[in-house]
């Protein structure tokens, strides 16, 4: 057995563990990051970008699907799954090669190999070769995906999850999606658009994170007419038969049976925790046995213990596990003087087609904390450069402060909700007002003009006294052109 003591010891070589560990060497050498499986992180590996390249496919099938409205004649797209996968694997390959480069320019004395598990408030055991005893910790082991009980048992290698989906060499003819959150929109549509028989199932009619009853409704309908889905599907029930998988389920009160080659499980993901010995971290956890951290300081109680990333249990966002990894580190590396850190206004978005986003507080945030707000909306199914791309589809809803006029936020389905999605949270983040954000440029035409459309009605919703003519300009009368 080996014996290692480092001031401080970070578990896991994701995202969050990579920049954990940048900020506290800023603080200590005297550091190790240990990893229990393959170097390259969730995000680059079977996350963000695998998903983000199998998407790029889907959006060139779906660009030549829809050519003939432009009078552009194209023949049928042939889809070649092999070459669709192949790329999405080597470009994959590249992205992971990166960060495997960047883990391995670290000093080989701060990296070490296999799995770790508490033994002792300030021990670790590291597969069973190495003892490392550490001052802190930051735990950034990630997430892993949440299967429903027997499923893997009844369906064996039949049931995928996503780190499965990029490791295929073809696409397959058909695939049941359960699941309608983040993971589940964004492939379902992906692969029903390259041309493999689809179904999506959810269970309460929602459709990713949105919480705006007008833009989730929406959504709906836009999903519904993109693929077959049954969104408020119950007793879903999946068998086996040799190579072909059924699946049951009840809506509207009738029964229903389809095959599937595959059924991929895209029921939400948990923080991978298990295993890792916290009954000896000497941290309080709650009722899921996931430590509590501090927001912005990443620190469990007024322990020595941190934790960044989908280990928490917050938004398992990249830029959130970034972040978190950052002031963790960063706090484990000063440690016991630990500061609080700003964070950054929640921005989400779903890399479906049309995207999804949403900025600031949501609409059940809202609710939730009985806030004072008003609401303004806009359709981008008649907006104008919408229309002009043939991209005419959605909703975005803005909630403005009563009395302030501050912006709080926005859900949107609709035309370059990632872009949009941005320019929204940082007109949140810097506190711009409904009457700041109408005297900023919009040029025309273009889809922000569909923003505007839904900040004037925001506007007239929060039904201010008007400012002085001389202090703004989209102001009234004039203001409707
Ligand atoms: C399909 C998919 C698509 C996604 N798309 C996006 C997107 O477009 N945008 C976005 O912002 N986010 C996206 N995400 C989320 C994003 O990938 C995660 O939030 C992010 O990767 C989390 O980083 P992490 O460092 O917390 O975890 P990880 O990168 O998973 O790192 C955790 C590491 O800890 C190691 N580990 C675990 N337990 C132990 C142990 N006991 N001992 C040693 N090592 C251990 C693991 O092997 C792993 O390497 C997506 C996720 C998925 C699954
Ligand atoms: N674009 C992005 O930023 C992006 C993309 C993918 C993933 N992610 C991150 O990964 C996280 C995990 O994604 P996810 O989609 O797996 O989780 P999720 O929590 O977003 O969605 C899981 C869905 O599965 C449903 N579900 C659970 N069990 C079910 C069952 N037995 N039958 C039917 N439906 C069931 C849930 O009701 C929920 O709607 C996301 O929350 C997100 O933070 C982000």
Redesign the pocket.
């Given at each position: 057995m080996n014996h290692l003591n480092v001031d401080v010891a970070i578990i896991g070589a994701g995202s969050a563990g990579m920049s954990a560990y940048r900020a506290a060497r800023a603080h200590t050498d005297r550091i190790v990051v240990i990893e229990g499986g393959a170097y390259g992180t969730t995000c680059a590996r079977v996350?963000?970008m695998p998903?983000k390249l199998l998407i790029a496919a889907a959006d060139a099938a779906h660009a030549v699907a829809m050519a003939g409205r432009f009078g552009v004649v194209t023949a049928p797209a042939a889809i070649d799954g092999v070459a669709v996968m192949r790329r999405v694997r080597e470009e994959r390959d590249r992205f992971v090669g990166f960060v495997v480069e960047a883990v391995e320019a670290w000093p080989e004395a701060h990296r070490l190999r296999g799995h770790a598990r508490f033994v002792a408030q300030h021990e670790l055991d590291v597969g069973g070769h190495t003892r490392v005893t550490a001052g802190r910790i930051v735990i950034a082991t990630g997430?892993r995906?949440?299967v429903?009980a027997g499923w893997r048992e009844t369906l064996g290698d039949r049931l995928v999850v996503?780190d499965d989906v990029f490791a295929w060499t073809d696409l397959p003819a058909s695939v049941a999606v359960?699941?309608?959150?983040?993971?589940?929109?964004?492939l379902s549509l992906a692969l029903a658009r390259l041309g493999v028989r689809v179904r999506l199932?959810?269970?309460?009619g929602?459709v990713?994170?949105l919480t705006d009853p007008d833009v989730a409704a929406k959504a709906r309908a836009i999903v519904g007419a993109a693929l077959d889905a049954s969104l408020d599907?119950h007793d879903?029930m999946p068998t086996r038969h040799g190579a072909v998988v059924t699946l049951r389920w009840t809506e509207n009160g009738t029964r229903h049976e389809e095959d599937f080659e595959y059924v991929l499980?895209?029921?939400?993901?948990v923080p991978a925790l298990d295993g890792l010995g916290l009954e000896h971290a000497g941290v309080p956890l709650d009722e899921h046995g996931v430590p509590q951290a501090g927001r912005h300081t990443r620190r469990v109680g007024r322990s020595h213990v941190f934790i960044a990333g989908?280990a928490s249990d917050e938004?398992?966002?990249?830029h959130e596990a970034s972040d978190e990894g950052r002031i963790a580190g960063d706090n484990a590396g000063r440690y016991p003087d630990t500061i609080v850190r700003p964070r950054r206004t929640p921005l989400?978005?779903?890399?479906s087609d049309p995207q999804i986003a949403l900025a600031g507080e949501s609409h059940a945030q809202l609710l939730a904390r009985g806030a004072r707000f008003a609401a303004g909306s806009a359709s981008f199914d008649d907006q104008g450069r919408s229309r002009v791309m043939g991209r005419n589809l959605g909703i975005v809803r803005v909630y403005g402060e009563a009395d302030s006029g501050r912006f709080l936020g926005a859900e949107m389905i609709g035309p370059a909700a990632e872009h949009i999605g941005h320019l929204l949270a940082w007109a949140v983040q810097h506190g711009l007002t409904v009457q700041q954000m109408l005297d900023s440029p919009f040029y025309h035409p273009v889809v922000e003009e569909g923003v505007r459309t839904a900040l004037r009605e925001l506007k007239a919703a929060l039904d201010l006294p008007a400012p002085p003519l001389a202090g703004c300009l989209d102001c009234a009368p004039a203001a409707a052109v």
């Open positions: 996350g963000c998903s997430s995906p949440h429903p996503n359960v699941g309608t959150g983040v993971i589940g929109l964004e199932f959810g269970r309460s929602r990713g994170p599907a879903l499980a895209a029921t939400g993901r989908d938004a398992a966002l990249l989400t978005v779903v890399f």
